[in-house]
């Protein structure tokens, strides 16, 4: 038995240019070909390749349609990978497989409706691609042995058929990014080791199902971008092992569990935005320990914020050993949003309380040293903006818009070096805005308008470098000046008068008070008067001497004597 292998790494390139009519003179059982140049077309020297069972020709710039005698070959297949193409065309439900194939046509062009295959496939991946119509709904009883399914991002409408309730041995089912409609099924209670179920981005309705709550190996439960209603079943708090909870941008009502922070530890990441509920924010979610992606912006939350979310360890250390195995999650981050993968995604910190009616102050947060994202505006807090977060060296995002803020701008925000999103606007902050650091690129004067008291560039309201107050305009600046020049003649007055009486009462009124004193001074005035006029007049004779010589000296006897 031949066998022709060919893996290569992703970051190699291998071209094979062979003629159109090439007949292979073996008949390989393997074929890799992976991360090389076979295409654009199908390659037609597979014509006569009949004993084939393993088929990966997987990233190899195929953009052509499978031809029709590559189907008639009557392959028994172990493995069929063609990812990572731009493959077009039906496939066939002809295709015959071995018991635990592997099938996966991701990243491609197929059109058409799934295709149903022989009960043998295991695993099957056609994610991103053009299928369309509803999941068959006897998938359940063609393919029983299925454990692994992801038929994300097509165009596939309909229910969620209930036969796979018979998929016992299901781990991962993830139909996310359809057209899904209708309600949940409650068919999990036959599903007992699902670790992932991702049904996000749909159009299903109803509440819930309370059957989820039986998937006790259950990691991550995904349900965001739906029409879901009701509250949350109590039920949920049985999957003790979720790393992961998205039911953002749904319809759910209630308030947030607090089972969630005492029954679920190995929760990471929290998503319930866009929804209505209300109440407090339960302090018990601060008892997760590695819960680093909190969201529960644009709800009804009132009350405050509690201190210990400051408190939470996921978001003060690096999670370099997570992994969150291909899935992917929106975080709303510096003004927009972004899609971050597994590789990434254990590498952000996020806390998203936005959008909600909370009051109080911002909690002190200085322990939350690998925060990257923080969002409290459109809220009610107030009180001063923490001196503290400057000491969030890693945050790169930072939104407190549109609360009731007051007092300064903490310099301190200006040792935050990898702040790259700031928004400030629509509070009551005062005083100058600082300039170094990362300050000198916010120069978009929205980033703090809205705040009267606010001064220095980039707004147009000047600082006093006085004492720090705004200068609101020319004639607010004339009085100002005027009144200080007045504060320092004021001042210069009282100087004066006070040298004056110090001064010449200090010397005059002892004199007049003690007669022994008075007589020694004028005594030393006098004999002061004599030496001066004695030394003048010595130093005259010296000049006359210099300018006569030969009088020098009748000129100093008679000067001397006048």
């Not at 190699?12 to 007949?23: D, E, K, Y």
Request: charged share 15%.
């Amino acid at each position: 038995m031949l066998i022709a292998k060919f893996s290569l790494s992703p970051d190699l390139t291998l071209f094979f240019n062979v003629s159109p009519g090439w007949i292979p003179p073996f008949k390989p059982e393997f074929l890799k070909l992976r991360s090389c140049q076979v295409g654009p077309k199908f390659p037609g020297w597979l014509r006569n390749q009949d004993q084939l069972s393993t088929v990966v020709l997987r990233n190899t710039k195929v953009s052509d349609t499978i031809p029709e005698w590559f189907w008639e070959l009557g392959l028994s297949l172990d493995e069929l990978d063609l990812g990572y193409n731009q493959i077009s065309g039906r496939i066939p439900n002809s295709l015959k497989f071995r018991p635990q194939s592997i099938v996966l046509l991701h990243w491609n062009c197929f059109q058409g409706p799934l295709p149903l295959w022989s009960a043998n496939v295991s695993e099957l991946y056609l994610y991103n691609n053009s299928f369309f119509g509803p999941i068959p709904p006897d998938i359940g009883e063609k393919m029983p042995l299925l454990t692994d399914i992801d038929i994300s991002s097509n165009s596939l409408t309909g229910a969620i058929p209930s036969s796979i309730s018979n998929l016992t041995t299901l781990t991962s089912l993830v139909v996310s990014n359809n057209y899904l409609s209708g309600e949940t099924p409650e068919i999990w209670d036959n599903l007992p080791f699902l670790l992932a179920l991702d049904m996000s981005n749909n159009s299903l309705s109803g509440k819930i199902p309370s059957s989820i709550g039986s998937l006790s190996y259950l990691r991550f439960l995904m349900l965001s971008d739906n029409h879901l209603s009701g509250k949350i079943p109590t039920a949920l708090q049985n999957c003790s092992n979720m790393d992961t909870v998205d039911f953002g941008n749904n319809e759910l009502t209630g308030k947030i569990p607090e089972w969630f922070g005492e029954r679920i530890p190995t929760l990471l990441i929290l998503r319930l935005r866009s929804n209505f509920f209300h109440g407090d924010i339960p302090g018990e979610l601060c008892n997760l320990s590695g819960l680093h992606i909190l969201d529960l912006a644009e709800n009804n939350r009132s009350g405050s914020i509690p201190p210990c979310v400051g408190n939470l360890k996921g978001m003060a250390m690096d999670l370099q050993s997570e992994r969150y195995e291909g899935r992917c999650l929106w975080v709303a981050t510096k003004g927009t949003g972004y899609f971050y993968t597994a590789s990434v995604l254990y590498l952000v910190n996020s806390i998203d309380l936005s959008s909600n009616r909370l009051g109080g102050e911002v909690p002190e947060l200085r322990n939350l040293s690998r925060l990257v994202t923080l969002n409290l505006s459109r809220n009610h807090l107030t009180g001063k903006i923490p001196e503290s977060i400057g000491s969030l060296l890693r945050l790169e995002s930072l939104d407190l818009s549109r609360n009731q803020l007051s007092g300064l701008i903490p310099p301190s925000m200006a040792a935050s070096t990898f702040l790259a999103h700031l928004d400030l606007s629509y509070n009551n902050l005062t005083g100058e805005i600082p300039t170094s650091n990362q300050f000198q690129t916010f120069n978009d004067p929205s980033i703090y308008e809205g705040n009267p008291g606010l001064c220095a560039v980039p707004l147009p309201t000047k600082c006093s470098r006085d004492d720090g107050e705004v200068s609101r305009s020319p004639t607010g600046r004339k009085q100002e000046t005027e009144g200080a020049d007045r504060k320092e003649q004021m001042g210069l007055y009282i100087s004066t008068a006070l040298g004056f009486i110090v001064g010449f009462w200090g010397v005059c009124g002892t004199l007049v008070i003690k007669n022994s004193w008075r007589l020694a001074y004028f005594q030393f005035v006098n004999n002061m008067k004599e030496r001066i006029i004695i030394l003048v007049s010595v130093v005259l004779a010296r000049l006359r001497g210099l300018i006569n010589p030969r009088n020098k000296r009748t000129d100093l006897v008679l000067d001397f004597v006048t």
